[in-house]
């Protein structure tokens, strides 16, 4: 009976409570509103990079298999899903800053007062520009110019890829945006309610691979993607990257990350109580 409790009150204290995990996003997102636009920029910068070599992760194994494509494609999806949260996990533990993230993490303290609107403004602004030049950073120096994914059959998921990104409508992009970001939050909330390394790998892994395998927008990994297919030759412009996918994906990462995870779980544990 003794082992019982003592194993019953260990599992108790290895997980935060949603209520808790509530209270470490607000103090995450004050400590993130303290910090220099330097050094915001610096880890937005890792951030994107972080993110664009789990994209890469993901082409060279999801996209290394063509045979098991061909006759199983789910389970391709599963691989190419499986890879990519390597880098989130990168995010979150060696310290970096990610837009997508913080939609999510300001908005209950902005919603309690506790920090104004110009808070996480400043900072989405910021981190998207450094996440972007991280991004680009990866597709082009270390990918594109190391010929990583130059050959058959990377070279052409890489095309496919940024072709099947930039050719859907604007309403549809921002849909899956919204689905992705959501998901991307809900990772790293229930990164959050763990306090082991071992817990917080496996709260991050589950969401990110569910969203990356059903085929949502993340406007972060998309400025990998799709410049990657750019910077290889496809026939894709930076206007079309832009218009077509950049923009609706970030609006719906936004709805995604700051509404369905920041915003309600904000109304369900901590306005009403």
Same mark, same amino acid.
């Given at each position: 009976?003794?082992?019982?409790?003592?194993?019953?009150?260990?599992?108790?204290? *290895?997980?935060?409570?949603?209520?808790?995990?509530?209270?470490?996003?607000?103090?995450?997102?004050?400590?993130?509103?303290?910090?220099?636009?330097?050094?915001?920029?610096?880890? *937005?910068?890792?951030?994107?990079?972080?993110?664009?070599?789990?994209?890469?992760?993901?082409?060279?194994?999801?996209?290394?298999?063509?045979?098991?494509?061909?006759?199983?494609?789910?389970?391709?999806?599963?691989?190419?899903?499986?890879?990519?949260?390597?880098?989130?996990?990168?995010?979150?533990?060696?310290?970096?800053?990610?837009?997508?993230?913080?939609?999510?993490?300001?908005?209950?303290?902005?919603?309690?007062?506790?920090?104004?609107?110009?808070?996480?403004?400043?900072?989405?602004?910021?981190?998207?520009?450094?996440?972007?030049?991280?991004?680009?950073?990866?597709?082009?120096?270390?990918?594109?110019? !190391?010929?990583?994914?130059?050959?058959?059959?990377? *070279?052409?998921?890489?095309?496919?890829?940024?072709?099947?990104?930039?050719?859907?409508?604007?309403?549809?992009?921002?849909?899956?945006?919204?689905?992705?970001?959501?998901?991307?939050?809900?990772?790293?909330?229930?990164?959050?309610?763990?306090?082991?390394?071992?817990?917080?790998?496996?709260?991050?892994?589950?969401?990110?691979?569910?969203?990356?395998?059903?085929?949502?927008?993340?406007?972060?990994?998309?400025?990998?993607?799709?410049?990657?297919?750019?910077?290889?030759?496809?026939?894709?412009?930076? !206007? *079309?990257?832009?218009?077509?996918?950049?923009?609706?994906?970030?609006?719906?990462?936004?709805?995604?990350?700051?509404?369905?995870?920041?915003?309600?779980?904000?109304?369900?544990?901590?306005?009403?109580?």
């Amino acid at each position: 009976m003794v082992i019982l409790v003592l194993k019953l009150t260990i599992n108790k204290m *290895s997980l935060n409570s949603p209520k808790e995990i509530i209270k470490i996003a607000g103090n995450l997102a004050i400590e993130k509103d303290n910090y220099s636009a330097k050094k915001i920029l610096t880890l *937005s910068f890792l951030g994107g990079a972080y993110i664009a070599i789990g994209g890469l992760l993901s082409i060279l194994i999801g996209g290394g298999i063509p045979g098991i494509a061909a006759e199983n494609p789910g389970i391709a999806k599963f691989l190419f899903g499986a890879a990519f949260p390597v880098g989130l996990m990168m995010v979150v533990m060696a310290g970096a800053e990610l837009f997508t993230g913080n939609n999510a993490y300001f908005m209950p303290n902005v919603l309690s007062g506790r920090q104004k609107w110009t808070a996480p403004l400043r900072n989405w602004g910021l981190v998207y520009v450094g996440n972007f030049i991280g991004a680009i950073f990866v597709a082009y120096i270390l990918t594109h110019l !190391t010929g990583v994914l130059a050959s058959d059959p990377w *070279s052409g998921v890489v095309e496919n890829i940024a072709i099947g990104k930039t050719s859907n409508p604007f309403f549809k992009t921002l849909i899956k945006g919204i689905g992705a970001n959501w998901l991307v939050c809900l990772a790293l909330w229930m990164g959050m309610s763990a306090q082991h390394t071992s817990g917080k790998i496996m709260g991050i892994w589950w969401p990110v691979m569910t969203f990356v395998a059903l085929g949502f927008e993340h406007s972060i990994a998309n400025m990998f993607f799709i410049p990657l297919a750019i910077f290889e030759g496809a026939d894709i412009s930076w !206007t *079309s990257f832009i218009i077509n996918n950049l923009i609706p994906a970030t609006i719906g990462n936004i709805i995604g990350g700051a509404f369905f995870v920041g915003t309600i779980y904000w109304y369900a544990y901590e306005k009403n109580n």
